[in-house]
């Protein structure tokens, strides 16, 4: 069995309805998973790079890189529905049968151009530097998240968080969002929680202008506006 360090699962399904093809849709003269292939290549803290995907078509794309998964992602665990705990639990057994075994999973999303292969050193290093299980990359939000209201059936307005509606925004306790761009856990605690996001997980803080988790049309022309101005 080979004990091995570092492990990143870019996952990569097809099926995406908001964009289709949206992994490897065109982002600026490359398809966008080659962004993020070759972030984890070149910050080099990686023993094993593998596209998670139920699609040949997308596998393909590592071809450039030599890094063509050997096995695909079941069908089953790649639906709109479909978690990423389960998707991992495939891929380390998987691994697994290989004789291959990590001391750590990095996710990293196909649709986040804006990442820099610093991220994921500098991120590594925090997960390195503590007690804690994992380390999800994070922003802010524009809005105080406090002040966020829903509309009832009736049509009327709601507050979401009706004991802090009123108070002051320096009264506000400080909240992250996650972005969509990169995810370190500890193989040890995500086989016990079974979660990429288990207990003491920490944050690690991107700014804004690199920050755009891509659902839909406007994200994507939103990076591309960001990516222009690097």
């Not at 398809?31 to 984890?40: F, M, V």
């Not at 890094?67 to 079941?74: E, M």
């Not at 978690?83 to 998987?94: A, G, M, P, R």
């Not at 605690?189 to 202008?209: D, G, V």
Request: proline share 6%; glycine share 4%; charged share 30%.
């Amino acid at each position: 069995m080979d004990n091995l360090k570092n492990l990143a699962i870019i996952p990569a399904r097809s099926g995406s309805k908001r964009i289709p093809k949206k992994n490897i849709k065109d982002f600026l003269g490359k398809p966008i998973i080659e962004y993020t292939i070759k972030h984890a290549i070149d910050s080099g803290v990686f023993d094993e790079i593998h596209i998670s995907t139920d699609s040949e078509e997308i596998a393909n794309y590592g071809k450039k890189f030599d890094l063509v998964p050997n096995f695909l992602r079941k069908k089953n665990i790649s639906l709109d529905s479909s978690s990423l705990n389960d998707v991992i639990k495939f891929v380390l057994e998987k691994f697994n049968n290989q004789k291959k075994k990590f001391e750590n999973i990095c996710l990293l999303w196909a649709t986040n151009p804006l990442r820099k292969p610093e991220d994921i050193i500098d991120s590594l290093k925090l997960l390195n530097s503590g007690k804690m299980n994992a380390i999800v990359a994070v922003s802010g939000y524009d809005l105080p998240v406090q002040c966020s209201m829903i509309q009832k059936k009736n049509n009327y307005l709601k507050p979401l968080f009706p004991k802090d509606f009123w108070k002051t925004s320096s009264e506000f306790p400080k909240v992250f969002c996650d972005i969509g761009s990169l995810a370190w856990v500890k193989t040890k605690a995500f086989n016990k929680y079974e979660n990429w996001f288990p207990p003491k997980t920490s944050p690690f803080y991107i700014e804004k202008e690199r920050a755009v988790d891509i659902d839909n049309l406007n994200d994507w022309k939103l990076a591309e506006y960001y990516f222009k101005k690097k």
